[in-house]
């Protein structure tokens, strides 16, 4: 059975750093997708970001590049979310999400909240 499972989300205050954790079992991603997600009250679940294949090509949100980074431990077949300079507009909850060539696997999310 496969999991998916987030942590580090927190109340952070605005321009702080957060680095969020996805654990997978059951599997290994190595050669797949993994990938992370957002979803803010009252608003759909956007894509953030996603790092895919053995040589861990990342892509993002155009608007999210430059404060986000995906980075990967096959080892211990996790992947990270660095954000940094954290801005009031990105609290919600952050999901990870998996898969060979879909994203089948999803987490249960972590909160992340920016406030002063």
Known sequence: QVQLVESGGGLVQPGDSLKLSCAASGRSFDNGIMAW??????????FVGQIRGPFGVTNYKDSLKGRFTISRDNAKNTVYLQMNDLKPEDTAVY???AGTRILNYWGQGTQVTVSS
């Not at 803010?40 to 956007?46: F, L, Q, T």
Request: charged residues 30%.
């Open 95 to 97: 999901y990870c999400a």
């Open 37 to 46: 997600f957002r979803q803010a009250p009252g608003e759909e679940r956007m």
